[in-house]
Every structure is written in C-alpha cells, then in structure tokens.
C-alpha cells in the first residue's frame, strides 16, 4: 500500500483550509474516504453545511459548541470548550492509528499550539502515531520549526492585496 504524506498548510493569508479542501476533492473523485476535524472555528461556520452535503464519503467533525471564537470567551467557556477540543483530539488520534479513512484534515490544529492547548511534541507524536497509508494534512496560521521536520509537504498561504488605482 502507498505510504500516506503528511502535508502543513500554514500562514496568515486565506485559503489554507480552501487548499486542504481540494485535495479532499481529488480523494473523493477516485472513491476514497476523508475525515475533516475542525478546531477553533466555532459553532458558526457556514462552510459546515455544503461540506455536509458530501457525506458519506467526506466526514465533517466540530467538537467546539461556543458560537464566538475562543480568545471571547469567559474563563468558564474556555474550561468546557478546552474538554470539548479535548475530546475532538482524542477523536483525532483514533482515526489516525486505526487508519480509519484515507485522508484526514485537522483543520486549525495548529492554533491549539498558539493558545497552549497543544505542543509540538504532542503533534509530532500523532504524525508518528498514523497508520501508514494514511493521508494527513495539517493546517493552521503558525508551523513551528520542531514540526517542519516531521512532515513531508509545507505551504505557506500570505496574501498579498495590490491597491489598484
């Protein structure tokens, strides 16, 4: 079976999860199975529903239940919306050792680390934990040096807008 790459999708411009999402595409187009965990967007994103739309074959998962973004909420919000995130990247580590799909997006992953809800070690230690023909893409605004060696692809998403007279 084919060895599953590991691609970072990163930067403070807008399409990471756009760029993630079309290789999804390509998956599906030749019968493969996706799993899509989103972190940090909340419970207010609208692209949830036409991602929906293309289950069975991609599977869209959002663990957060908080309709504003995490640095709004109150302390209290924070601790249940930490057990629900929690409980999204323990839902993330299964998928990734028992190979349950072909490709998984953990999308925004990577802004746990800036928040402190995850390390570096702890994602490099679900890279390790993979099955092996698993396909799995990262994305997120920061990829922290210790990373960059654990992963096969790296994008770095800037967008760049020109005044035009």
């Not at 760029?19 to 595409?25: I, P, T």
């Not at 599906?28 to 207010?44: R, S, W, Y």
């Amino acid at each position: 079976m084919e060895r599953g790459t590991v691609q970072v999708i990163y930067g403070t411009g807008k399409g990471k999860t756009g760029a993630a999402l079309g290789r999804a595409l390509q998956l599906l187009n030749q019968n493969k199975t996706v799993i899509v965990i989103q972190f940090m967007k909340g419970n207010t994103n609208t692209e949830s529903e036409i991602l929906k739309r293309l289950e069975p074959e991609m599977k869209l998962f959002r663990f957060e239940k908080q309709q504003v973004g995490f640095k709004e909420l109150s302390p209290e919000e924070k601790q249940e919306e930490l057990m629900n995130i929690r409980n999204g990247l323990n839902f993330a580590n299964k998928v990734l050792s028992t190979g349950e799909c072909d490709l998984l997006i953990l999308d925004e992953i990577l802004d746990l680390l800036e928040y402190g809800i995850l390390t570096e070690e702890t994602v490099c230690s679900m890279i390790r934990s993979k099955a092996e023909e698993t396909e799995l893409i990262l994305t997120g605004r920061v990829c922290p040096e210790g990373l960059k060696s654990s992963v096969d692809c790296i994008s770095h998403m800037e967008n760049e807008c020109v005044k035009r007279d």
